[in-house]
């Protein structure tokens, strides 16, 4: 004689329990993703380069004497993005002794040594007046403490736009100081 067990019937609360569970726990799933990715979104997305950013017309940059730009631009940081305000100070020369007269160059305005700010002395290049830093008009290293020459960033004349103006454009960094070589940090 053979015997069967039957399974006791399922009762009635034990399966609305089970049912609002499984729809709680898919409920909990869709919506859950979302805020999961977005929570996580900074640990795994690329930083954005900032690429280029348009400094100054052609025409407001003298030649034969370097003139200080402030670099503004867009700051962005995981959830916020920020109107755009200064965030460096370039150098930029123009057509001076040692350039093609419509070469442009744009170097960092702070001193590679200690991070202070570089001035312009007229006749004779830059000068970090912290620790007596000299560098010549084309960014090399004369004198002083810097352990390199100044940093010189990426810049492009724009084609003439609608007006017959040109625009330089500069791709912004800030390097480490005290380095003998060039190591960025923004």
Not at 72 to 92: E, F, H, L, M, Q
Not at 147 to 176: F, H, N
Request: proline share 9%; aromatic share 8%.
């Amino acid at each position: 004689m053979t015997t069967t067990h039957a399974t006791p019937p399922i009762k009635r609360r034990t399966f609305l329990t089970t049912i609002a569970g499984v729809f709680g726990a898919a409920l909990s799933l869709v919506a859950g993703i979302p805020v999961l990715r977005f929570l996580l979104d900074p640990l795994f997305s690329k930083p954005k380069d900032a690429g280029f950013v348009r400094l100054a017309p052609l025409s407001s940059i003298p030649k034969n004497k370097p003139a200080i730009k402030a670099v503004i631009a867009r700051r962005t940081d995981s959830y916020t993005a920020y109107p755009p305000a200064p965030i460096g100070r370039v150098w930029v020369v123009r057509g001076d002794k040692e350039l093609a007269p419509e070469e442009i160059r744009c170097f960092q305005s702070i001193c590679p040594h200690l991070g202070c700010g570089i001035e312009h002395e007229t006749g004779q290049g830059f000068h970090c007046p912290c620790h007596v830093s000299n560098f010549s008009l084309d960014g090399s290293r004369q004198l002083g403490p810097s352990p390199r020459g100044m940093d010189e960033l990426e810049c492009r004349l724009t084609p003439e736009d609608q007006s017959g103006e040109q625009w330089i454009e500069v791709k912004y960094a800030e390097y480490r100081t005290g380095t003998t070589d060039k190591q960025t940090i923004a």
